[in-house]
Structures are given as C-alpha cells and as structure tokens.
C-alpha cells in the first residue's frame, strides 16, 4: 500500500514539529552521539532553507522544531553556494540546469530529515559495527501555527529532558535548543 503524501506548506513559511524514534531497543545515544546528531542538524541546516526554532535530543529520539523557508527567497549563486556546502568541500562546479533539482531538494522537509537520518545512521552502525536500520518508522512531522501553539511546542520540546528526569533544570540539558541558548549564547546564530 502506497504511503498517504505529508501535507507540506508550499506557498509560505511552514513550520513542523518534526520527530524520530530509534528502531533500536534502550537508550542507545550517549552523548557521543547526541553531539554528532546535533552537529548533523546544525551542518544541513546550514544547506537546506531551513531555519531550527527548537530542537531536543534524547536517548533514543529527536524532536525538532524547524521553519521551511520558500526556495525563491535564494539565487541561483546561494544555491550554488550550498550545493558546494553539502559536498563538505565548499568547492564544486555546477552547471545552471542543475540549479532548480537542488533548489527544489534544498526546500524540501523530507529531503532535510533525510539526510540527518542517513548520515547519522551510517555513522551509528559503523561506530557500533553493526548492520541494518537504526531508525524506526518515517519520522513524524506536525504542521505548527505561530503564536502560542507555536511557544507551547517549543516548551515542550525544551522540557523533554526535564520530564524524563535527566536535570533539574531544562537549561541544564546541552542536547536542547534551551541548553544551547544558555550555555552558549546561541554562538553562531544558529537558532
């Protein structure tokens, strides 16, 4: 049976809670790899038109908060720019026709989450020599309103850690968008 479409927002800014769930028994993300998924996080989203709102990563999970920008917001150069960004060299000489298949790619939520499973499930199973997938079902994406709707998810994603009882304080948890903010003064601007 073929799978139902994501409903995406095409004609403005989109914003979904995305999440993941490991396929993998326990809590298999110590914080080795909590910090090489947050890094695969801020690496595309620094490639894709994406903005992260929030983000929380967990022992056997993720949550993400993201704003999908329109791709005629970028030229042509700033998509060149990022296509040489996703091959890690910065340098890559691309030719006008393939402009609007990563103009297109580079806008897609499905195309982001992705490629931060991919690549983080290649790094997992090399790191633990082992075989097979690391990520359970498709991830799950919810279309979000602004305004409070808006402020309350990002709560709840800032608090997870707190919930599940890992800190006292949600700032305290450096695998979250409250965590980044406190500890490093948002350095970057990632968020």
């Known amino acids: 049976m073929a ?19 490991s396929a993998l028994d326990g809590f298999v993300l110590g914080d080795v ?22 983000y929380s990563i967990m022992g056997n999970h993720f949550h993400m908060l993201v704003k ?12 060149k720019e990022r296509i040489g960004l996703s091959y890690g060299d910065g340098v890559r000489i ?8 990563y103009r297109d790619k580079f806008s897609n939520l499905s195309e982001f989450v992705r490629d931060i499973k ?9 790191k633990h020599e082992r ?17 409070d709707t808006l402020i309350n998810l990002l709560a709840y994603i800032d608090l997870n850690a707190l919930r599940a009882g890992l800190v006292k304080r949600p700032e305290d ?3 979250s ?12 601007g990632f968020l």
């Open 173 to 175: 948890y450096r695998w």
């Open 68 to 79: 999908m920008k329109l791709d005629d917001e970028y030229t042509n150069e700033e998509v």
């Open 94 to 101: 691309v030719m006008d026709g393939q402009v609007p298949y």
């Open 3 to 21: 799978r139902i479409p994501r409903m995406l927002v095409k004609s403005e800014h989109g914003i979904y809670h995305v999440m993941s769930r």
């Open 118 to 126: 991919q690549r983080f499930a290649r790094y997992y199973n090399k």
């Open 131 to 147: 075989r097979g997938y690391f990520w359970g079902d498709r991830f799950k994406s919810v279309i979000v309103e602004s305004g």
């Open 33 to 54: 790899e909590k910090d090489y998924l947050f890094s695969l996080i801020k690496k595309y989203s620094g490639i894709y038109f994406v903005e992260v709102l929030g």
């Open 177 to 188: 968008s409250i965590g980044y903010h406190a500890q490093t003064n948002n350095r970057d």
